[in-house]
Nanobody, 123 residues
Framework: QVQLVESGGGLVQAGGSLRLSCAAS????????MGWFRQAPGKEREFEAA????????YHADSVKGRFTISRDNAKNTVYLQMNSLKPEDTAVYYC????????????????WGQGTQVTVSS
């Protein structure tokens, strides 16, 4: 069992930055790949970034490549999403999730989800 709690969301102006954190409970955190997804009102949840259990491999959606960076600290049971050059279209609820299967772009690969944190980017 893994419990995930996101934090770091908020209101930011276009061009600004935020760093989301996802704290995990449980001793098996380092055995899971981790992902970040977002969901805007009226839209499906979509993949943003993922990282392998060791942190050696990362994956980013084309829409955020070069602006968002996923990382993890297994000693702290935490995964991060650094978001730079934010745009109004990045406004959404952001979720972290834990996976033991692939592909990491697919929501069905994930076993555990956090409750989400709201990110709002004003123009």
């Amino acid at each position: 069992q893994v419990q995930l709690v996101e934090s770091g969301g908020g209101l930011v102006q276009a061009g600004g930055s935020l760093r989301l954190s996802c704290a995990a409970s449980g001793r098996t955190f380092s055995s899971y790949a981790m992902g970040w997804f977002r969901q805007a009102p009226g839209k499906e949840r979509e993949f943003e970034a993922a990282i392998s259990w060791s942190g050696a491999r990362t994956y980013h959606a084309d829409s955020v490549k070069g602006r968002f960076t996923i990382s993890r600290d297994n000693a702290k049971n935490t995964v991060y999403l650094q978001m730079n050059s934010l745009k109004p279209e990045d406004t959404a609820v952001y979720y972290c999730a834990a996976a033991r299967s692939y592909p990491l772009v697919d929501t069905t690969s994930y076993d555990y989800w956090g409750q989400g944190t709201q990110v709002t980017v004003s123009s």
